[in-house]
């Protein structure tokens, strides 16, 4: 079946007032830039839906996009025909044909804004019925929850026909609550984080804090390509490496081991909060779920939190771990999160870490180093990296080992 365009439904859009023309423009936006590689198709975004115009573009392949992109609540291939019955009979048993499997139900739902085509909805639903019956065998009416509705849409330009409706990642479109910064390890829980927060429409800067030589290369990619993973979901994400080696070995060498962990944590809230402010970002964002590890007790989280008065925002801070691991499937970032790159939140990791931490201690011990200077430090060697959809870091690593051998 070749269909003409898909027909996008906003769903949670509709609740936002004065605000819909800049929400549905963010998303025409962001579809625009998930479909980047189909120069063929037209993408026209209206009050009540958006009409993407496929010019020949293959479904199938449009299809794994837009399931991806936040804002979209459902869509439909559709089908664009004349205002005439013949067209509108042929195109309903092609799509029936191509769609309808034995032991299914159907009903035909019509629909009019224009109220001078010369068949009312009770009489459109009747003769395109009818004429299904007569090409088609098996053929079932159930008028409750049918396993296949035929939509015909009678508008002022044309009838458009379809019988899917498919479900899209619902959520806001990314970029219309603002920006902010993620704390992004190579673990389980921050990409479930950062995916979370997408979906309410936060545009995400990627912040990752690496310790070489204490955390490999391959540390490095596994953290990239989990952006680019996630860069499915917005188009693009821009990912912050920043050096953490010079402050992780004056906290070895000069704290107590059982803060070691604190200390850490308020350093990188601190060059977090930094480059949030230089993005123009409005909040942090983590994966710490509370009482998971250490450093994530409610009395840990005071503690570190002392440092800056940004909000910081937990998307998963009440969800079990296996709550977080089921996500993290379904998003498709568990497999590559679990590889065994040790990150900088491991390799100095204490084996007794205080899991609570005394505010006032943690300042005194703070303030034997020399915290802006070191801050700066990291700072000026950060390096950002625009990452795309898919992209890939961990393969082209693995080759150019490959090669040096």
């Known amino acids: 079946m070749q269909y003409t365009e898909v027909m996008v439904r906003y769903g949670e859009l509709s609740t936002k007032g004065k605000n819909r023309k800049d929400f549905i423009g963010r998303l025409a936006g962001n579809v625009t830039r998930a479909l980047q590689d189909f120069p063929e198709i037209e993408i026209h975004p209206k009050h009540d839906r958006m009409h993407i115009v496929l010019n020949g573009a293959p479904f199938d392949k449009i299809d794994q996009r837009l399931k991806l992109v936040f804002g979209i609540q459902t869509y439909s291939p559709t089908v664009k025909v004349e205002k005439n019955l013949d067209a509108i009979k042929k195109a309903s048993l092609e799509l029936m044909q191509a ?12 629909r009019r804004s224009d109220h001078d085509f010369e068949y009312d909805t009770n009489q459109l639903n009747a ?12 053929l079932k009416v159930k008028m409750k929850k049918p396993d296949l509705v035929l939509r015909i849409e009678v508008r002022q330009d044309a009838i458009y026909i379809s019988n899917q409706l498919l479900h899209g990642a619902g959520g806001m479109p990314v970029g219309t609550a603002g920006r902010a910064v993620m704390m992004l390890s190579g673990g389980i829980d921050s990409p479930v984080a950062s995916y979370l927060a997408m979906k309410r429409g936060v545009e995400i800067d990627m912040v ?25 979901y917005s188009g693009k994400i821009n990912f912050i490496a920043v050096p953490f080696t010079e402050i992780q070995e004056q906290i070895k060498e000069k704290l ?45 989280m005071v503690a570190i939190n002392d440092v800056t008065s940004t909000p910081v925002l ?24 679990i590889e065994p790159f040790e990150d900088c939140c491991t390799i100095f990791a204490p084996p007794r870490p205080k899991t609570k931490p005394k505010l006032d201690e943690a300042r005194k011990l703070e303030n034997r180093l020399d915290t802006e200077g070191m801050i700066q430090r990291a700072i000026d060697g950060m390096e950002i990296t625009p990452i795309y959809p898919n992209q890939k870091f961990l393969d082209d690593k693995a080759e150019e080992d490959a090669e040096l051998l």
């Open 256 to 300: 107590p081991e059982g803060y070691l962990m604190t200390i850490q944590r308020r350093f990188m809230l601190q060059l977090a909060d930094r480059i949030r402010a230089m993005r123009g970002g409005l909040a942090i964002f983590n994966g710490e779920s509370v009482g998971q590890v250490a450093s994530q007790t409610l009395e840990s």
């Open 99 to 110: 769609t309808f499997k034995d032991g299914m139900t159907f009903k035909v739902n019509t």
């Open 208 to 232: 990752h804090f690496f310790s070489p030589p204490y955390t490999t290369e391959k540390a490095l990619a596994k953290a990239k390509e989990l952006t680019g993973i996630l860069a499915n």
């Open 314 to 337: 937990r998307p998963v801070a009440t969800m079990d771990k296996t709550e977080i691991i089921k996500l993290a499937e379904q998003i498709g970032t568990f497999d590559l999160s």
């Open 127 to 138: 003769m395109v019925g009818d004429y299904l019956f007569d090409n088609m065998d098996n």
